[in-house]
């Protein structure tokens, strides 16, 4: 285990940068320790002296600027994915506002109104910027996982989200029971649903794959508006008081994708910067108690 | 050996060299230095930026792992990353093969 020296200096230097640059410093940092402590045990092997099997460990392993740099090109897919990844979320969301003003603001059916043109446009952003985050991301997320086919049970239940929510304007008969639109069954359902997408999602080892299969079934919803009742009209719902659900799973998706963001490897900046906003403004406070 | 001929091929030996079992960064310099009879001698972090890029890329997949001690970070070939490897092998083979008609001059 290395506590001090160079090496320790070193390892430091590397957590330092790689918070700085966004990435998992912690990882990293074991990972760079594990491999000079290897190193350090190799050349005292080979009759180095305990600094002198440091000093050759470290000048081996190369610099620890170019390795964050590196590592972040790796994990972050360079500026370009970057830029799209940024372009896309800014269109999600610009889509997602869309939908809940044009199904807030009129109280009436919105059928062949600007509502409903705006309804669908906001529909197709999603959609375009869905696949364009989907196609920067599905890969390095899902393909860890601990499944070889981690998303097939992440896509059953959002499909079932889905599929459940657009329902919401008539009753559900599963045999057994018959679900009530808005009843505490419905709800209950949906609700389970949505806790079945947060597994798929936990199978997959994916943190972002609960919001984004919140907001996939939410628009699955709206698109199957009508579909159940032989009367198929997507976006029907929007401002008829008929896709509250399917709303209400986009928003909630996109608050999941937030915290998600937050609390993993890409808000290590702005939790950062939050701690430091915190310490700052409490200090004054400690000096005055 | 000059470093950047290494660079351009580094995902192939890395893939390689783990689809021979988990393994760890220190472990993928190790191999390659061996199976490579001191030819391929890259600055050791070097494979760190290829092992990110690769789990990236879901060709590998990776883990902590109890070593006495310490924790270590293993690495191991997905399904992806075996068809990848097979895909990159079969690619260096023509192409290695070819610059040796080349130089040689057979046709």
Known sequence: MIRSGPAHAFIL???????????????LAREVADHLAMAIEQHVAEGCDAPEAERRAIEGFGEAE?????????????AM???????????????????????????????????????????VVMAAAAVALGATRWRSSLGGGSLETPGIPWVA?????GALAAREAQPTDLGFVVLQPGGRLYLGTIGALALL?????????????????????GALSLALDGAWSHAWKPMGGIGGGQANTGIELIVAGWAMG???????????VARGKLGGLLVSAGRPLAQST | MRTDLIRGHLELLVLSVVDSGATHGYAVVEEIRRRSGGEFDLPEGTVYPALYRLEAAGLLASGWRQAGARRRRV?????????ALEGKTREWSTFAHAVSRVIEGTA
């Open chain 1, 13 to 27: 230097r590397v957590a330092s940068l790689a918070r700085a640059e966004g990435i998992d410093a912690e990882r």
């Open chain 1, 66 to 78: 170019t390795l964050v740099t590196a590592v972040t090109c790796s994990v972050k897919g360079g």
């Open chain 1, 81 to 123: 994915r970057t830029t799209i990844r940024t372009a896309a979320h800014v269109a999600a969301l610009a889509g997602t506002t869309a939908l809940v003003v044009a199904h807030v603001i009129p109280s009436q059916s919105v059928s062949g109104t600007w509502f409903e043109r705006t309804a669908v446009l906001a529909m």
């Open chain 1, 157 to 161: 239940a959002v499909v079932a989200l």
């Open chain 1, 197 to 217: 997408v947060a597994v798929g999602a936990r199978l997959a080892r994916s943190g972002w794959a609960t919001g984004a299969g919140l907001i996939v079934a």
């Open chain 1, 258 to 268: 937030a915290a998600s963001w937050f609390t993993g490897r890409g808000g290590a």
């Open chain 2, 75 to 83: 690495y191991r070939l997905t399904r992806a990353g075996h068809r």
